[in-house]
Each structure stands twice: as structure tokens, then as C-alpha cells.
């Protein structure tokens, strides 16, 4: 029997102007970032800390990382989707799904970044 566990270690979303997708998520969620080079590719990790559940991933510009609305879906964790969303659209985001609840689990959103990312949100029901 296998143990359980949480599939998913890391992320990295692509973007095709780090420096401005610094600023777009440092405005939405107060992230700070730190900037490494790997493989060739700019990276900007997010913030990890080894207690705490959940992963960490990286902005990332380079040849094989092109932006899409059509991909893989993140969801960041958020107190108040209304304020985030607000937050999204001031710094030059779009909304792709409005709040909508997810019954007991809680709400949900979709935007898109600075590079043309569909990123999805998710709000506690507690």
C-alpha cells in the first residue's frame, strides 16, 4: 500500500517579462521574490518555508516558457477573493471567473496575470 501524500512539489509559471510579473504578484499577494538563474532561464522563486504545508514554485522567462491561458491551473489561497480580484484588475490583470462558491470547501476565482496566465484563487469556507 502506498503512502499518502500530496502529488505536487513544485511549479514554475511562465513569463515573458520577469520584471514586470515581479511587480504583478509582489502587488497582489505581498510576495517577495528571490531571483536566481537556472538552466539559462530567469527565475524568481516564490517564498518557502519548510514547516509549513503546501509548495512553492518560481515566475520563469526563458526559450521553453510561453505564457497561456489554455494550461495547467494554480490556485493560490487567498482571505478575501473580492479584495484580491479588486487588487488583480488594479495592477493590470484580468477577471476570467468571478467569485463562485464551492460549496463547503469554500470560493473560487480565475484571472489573468501581467503575462497572460490563467491563475485561479481559492478562499476558506472558515
Do not use: C, W
Request: no cysteine.
Amino acid at each position: 500500500m502506498k503512502d499518502k501524500y500530496n502529488p505536487v512539489v513544485y511549479f514554475e509559471i511562465p513569463v515573458s517579462n520577469i520584471d514586470r510579473a515581479i511587480k504583478f504578484y509582489k502587488s497582489v499577494f505581498n510576495f517577495t521574490f528571490e531571483r536566481e538563474v537556472i538552466d539559462k532561464n530567469e527565475m524568481a522563486l516564490f517564498p518557502f518555508a519548510e514547516e509549513s504545508s503546501g509548495i512553492s514554485g518560481a515566475l520563469a522567462k526563458g526559450e521553453i516558457y510561453k505564457p497561456t491561458n489554455d494550461g495547467v491551473v494554480i490556485y493560490f489561497k487567498t482571505e478575501n477573493i473580492d479584495k484580491t480580484l479588486k487588487i488583480v484588475i488594479e495592477n493590470g490583470g484580468q477577471m476570467l471567473y468571478p467569485k463562485t462558491s464551492n460549496e463547503e470547501l469554500g470560493f473560487v476565482a480565475e484571472f489573468e496575470d501581467s503575462e497572460g496566465n490563467r491563475i485561479a484563487l481559492h478562499q476558506s469556507s472558515n
